[in-house]
């Protein structure tokens, strides 16, 4: 996985069976996850760091989406440092704003520190906020 795939995470689909003969394909119909997913990436486009003027997607925040067979989220996001001052509510945030996704039926929120974020996982659309180009 390269850093432009870390930067914007595909939501985690089924796993592919000839790779996992222990994987089922998901009961969601393809569409569903597809509409599931660009209404969750639109929500998190919502949560901003409030110390930094570009949301939590675009900073490169977000590190996996999964939706599960019984439309559970798990979201895996990191902090920009783990010294954030708001390490304790960001991934209540983030719960909140997926869960008001309609066929959302519960967020989980990993906040993981590996690997650690950096700038190069921001997109060019967090840059030109942030005047770094």
């Known amino acids: 996985m390269d850093d432009q795939d870390l930067k914007h995470p595909e939501p985690a689909r089924a796993a592919d069976p000839a790779a996992d003969p222990a994987a089922a394909p998901s009961s969601l119909p393809e569409e569903e996850i597809e509409r599931m997913t660009a209404d969750i ?3 998190l486009k919502t949560v901003y760091d409030p110390e930094i003027p570009s949301d939590i997607y675009e900073l ?3 590190y996996r989406i999964d939706i599960e067979d019984d439309r559970t989220v798990v979201v895996d996001m990191t ?11 960001m991934p209540g945030w983030v719960q909140n704003a997926v869960n008001s996704v309609g066929g959302v ?3 989980k929120v990993n906040l993981v520190f590996d690997p650690p974020w950096h700038q190069g996982r921001m997109s060019d659309e967090a840059r030109l906020a942030l ?3």
């Open 41 to 43: 990436i639109a929500a």
């Open 131 to 133: 005047n770094m180009f």
């Open 79 to 89: 902090l920009t440092s783990p010294g954030c001052p708001v390490a304790g509510e």
């Open 105 to 107: 039926a519960h967020t």
């Open 60 to 62: 490169g925040l977000i």
